[in-house]
């Protein structure tokens, strides 16, 4: 079974700095990692994956996560924060084991102050 | 090309009333996939539907919810009779065939429904 853990439920940061937001995973196989997003009112949108190949995977809107097999991480960041980054964050993983069944971690919410 | 979209947006029910969401996944996405918030959790896993079969249904939490796809295109989720603990945002998802894991899942608004 495999599960995820976000780090920190709100993340405050001001426009223009750097945003960084945890995940860490727990998988006994190879996992597959991904980042989506959730502004309000709309469904859950797919920054950026991982999938095996390059562990720097960039995404859209700046963003960029890397994979870290040893300490089993796969932080999201951002170098310049935008009022417009202000959404919920979902980490999840899946496996070959698990179908396509996509775990996810509680989420974090980043607010952006002026 | 228009994105999975899902009926009610919002849905208020009293216990023990029953409840039907509605999910429209990607034309030609063969995959279609539920998942449940509850207030203040992680969003979980429900079902997977290849076409009109259920793939894997190890997350429907009891006997009271059942899902259908007839025809293998838009998919319903019926929870009967409700309860308080099924309050929550129901996402509904969907995928190419690809037979990969790494596939993207698109998501829909979600829906959200309240038992009072």
């Known amino acids: 079974a495999q599960s995820v853990t976000q780090l920190g439920s709100h993340v405050s940061v001001s426009e223009g700095a750097l945003v960084l937001l945890r995940c860490n995973y727990s998988?006994?196989?190879?996992?597959?990692l991904f980042w989506y997003v959730q502004y309000p009112n709309q469904g859950l949108q797919l920054l950026l994956k991982?999938?095996?190949?390059?562990?720097l995977v960039k995404g859209i809107n700046g963003f960029e996560a890397e994979f870290k097999k040893s300490e089993t991480s796969f932080h999201l960041t951002k170098p310049s924060a935008h009022m417009s980054d202000a959404a919920e964050y979902f980490c999840?993983?899946?496996?070959?084991?698990?179908?396509?069944?996509?775990?996810f971690g509680g989420g974090t919410r980043l607010m952006v102050k002026p | 090309e228009a994105g999975v979209t899902q009926f009610p947006s919002h849905s208020v029910i009293e216990k023990g009333q029953t409840v039907t969401l509605r999910c429209d996944p990607i034309?030609?996405?063969?995959?279609l996939y539920w998942y449940r918030r509850v207030m203040g959790k992680e969003i979980k896993f429900l079902l997977h539907?290849?076409?009109?079969?259920?793939?894997?249904e190890s997350g429907m939490p009891n006997n009271r919810f059942l899902a259908e796809r007839t025809g293998g295109t838009y998919s319903t989720l019926k929870v009967q009779p409700a309860e308080l603990e099924d309050s929550g945002v129901y996402f509904c998802a969907s995928s190419q065939w690809g037979g990969s894991s790494t596939d993207t899942q698109y998501f829909g608004p979600g829906t959200r429904l309240t038992v009072l």
């Open positions: 998988s006994s196989v190879p996992p597959y």
């Open positions: 991982y999938t095996s190949a390059a562990t």
């Open positions: 034309s030609g996405h063969d995959n």
């Open positions: 999840a993983v899946t496996t070959n084991n698990a179908g396509n069944m996509l775990t």
């Open positions: 539907f290849v076409k009109e079969s259920k793939q894997d």
